[in-house]
């Protein structure tokens, strides 16, 4: 793999999308469950409105920086890191030192399965960090890529 910056599967947008309204669901069932608290107990009114509220703003919000969670999302393997760059207003860089990657492994839940997709985690001694929704293909390529890497630093 070369050293330029790639990005993300466009599918990733839906999966985001659907976690998204996975959110509004769960805020509907919480919202539900303080209106019977509130009848039933006599709770405090106010927590059914700011439970309202947050149900509807948050999905709304979240829906809307889909595109920009997609555009500023990219990773890049070099032969001395592995760098997840993310965020808009703030952005965050990450360079995972290939001397240090012990592990990279390959997951998928229902929804990235469905999409032909899956999570490539890259584990150091410290902490492991995750590119999210790479082709199957692709994420294979990146794991062998990575791994030889790796074993390339650590014989060096």
Known sequence: MSPTSHQLPPRIK????????????????????????????????????VSAVITLVE???????????????????????????????????????IARVQDVTLKAGPLLQWQKLTQVTVATAATSHTIEGLELATAEQLREHIMQLAQEARHD
């Open 14 to 49: 839906r999966i985001w999308g659907y976690s998204t309204l996975g959110s509004f669901l769960f805020g509907l069932v919480a919202t539900g469950l303080l209106y019977w608290a509130q009848i039933g107990w006599h709770w405090p009114g106010w927590l059914v409105v």
């Open 59 to 97: 999905p709304i919000v979240e829906a809307g920086l889909i595109p920009y969670r997609y555009r500023f999302t990219h990773y890049q393997i070099t032969p001395v890191a592995v760098e997840i760059q993310s965020g808009m207003v703030f952005k965050k860089r990450l360079a995972i030192p």
